[in-house]
């Protein structure tokens, strides 16, 4: 790294706060200063630079395109700075280990199993947050987030976890008589979706089915997602490795199976250091998904 060639700590230290507070008053009371003196750095680093950071032709500051990119820069490493520094100084040592994976992979793969490292780590504290959305990564929130896909996340790191296929299950007592094969007769029948995807729809659309689900659709948390299905309530998309049981009993059967090479559940996580729970809790799981 050219060291001389950065500005001075002081100029960018006072140009995030100004970004992460939204004006130079904000700013100047979080850093202790006068927001003259803000000012004075916010325009000593447009100087260093050569460039405009700050459109001043308003009513209020607004950032340039060059300032966007200074803001994002500044955001990142000031933020993986504070990271260390409470890692260093032990201020995230009492944080619990927040966990955000799909309701899903919550309830049929990761509560059974859980036990086991909380029998471990007896004094770690949890949050386990069961979303379908990919959740943000930010420092001193979300650890670990876990998800379904090809690993293809911008600005994360991604493991794959657990490679699985997706298939379309129902009943049997649901399908007696169907002819399968043809995604149009399934898209008549009712259909099982987890709240806040669009599962379904999109396996329908993706085969040609013009006017893609004809049937009802239910929406359910996660953990009914597969109750439901077992009990003949409706058509599911679902991963294989959650149903395996349920295929080989004769509770499910599959009507339909993608499978794709690199598809499945990822351990998704911020670039950067990681703190000892984290740490912990990626190794155990790595081992129970070898099992």
Request: proline share 6%; net charge negative; hydrophobic share 45%.
């Amino acid at each position: 790294m050219e060291w001389r060639e950065l500005p001075p700590l002081a100029a960018l230290r006072a140009f995030a706060a100004y970004v992460d507070t939204g004006s130079v008053v904000a700013a100047g009371d979080a850093l202790s200063v006068s927001h003259a003196a803000v000012s004075q750095q916010l325009r000593a680093l447009e100087t260093y630079l050569g460039v405009s950071l700050l459109d001043r032709s308003g009513r209020a500051l607004r950032l340039t395109s060059d300032g966007e990119i200074l803001a994002q820069g500044c955001a990142d490493g000031f933020g993986q700075i504070a990271r260390a520094i409470a890692l260093v100084s032990g201020a995230e040592a009492s944080r619990p280990l927040h966990i955000s994976p799909t309701p899903s992979f919550a309830a049929a793969w990761l509560m059974p199993r859980l036990p086991e490292f909380r029998a471990a780590h007896p004094g770690l504290n949890m949050v386990l947050d069961p979303t379908p959305e990919l959740v943000t990564l930010d420092p001193g929130g979300v650890d670990l987030s876990i998800r379904y896909g090809d690993g293809d996340w911008p600005g994360l790191d991604s493991e794959l976890l657990l490679e699985s296929a997706m298939v379309v299950v129902a009943a049997q007592s649901l399908v007696d008589g169907l002819d399968t094969s043809d995604p149009g007769n399934l898209s008549t029948l009712p259909w099982l979706e987890e709240v806040g995807t669009t599962e379904s729809t999109r396996w329908l659309d993706a085969r040609g089915v013009a006017r893609g689900m004809r049937g009802t659709l239910m929406q359910v948390p996660g953990n009914l997602l597969l109750d439901g299905a077992r009990d003949g309530q409706g058509v599911a998309v679902t991963v294989r490795h959650f149903v395996e049981a349920d295929i080989q009993s004769g509770r499910l059967c599959i009507l339909h199976e993608d499978a794709t090479a690199g598809i499945g559940y990822h351990l998704v996580t911020r670039p950067g250091i990681q703190r000892p729970p984290l740490k912990a809790f990626l190794r155990w799981i790595r081992k129970a998904a070898q099992v």
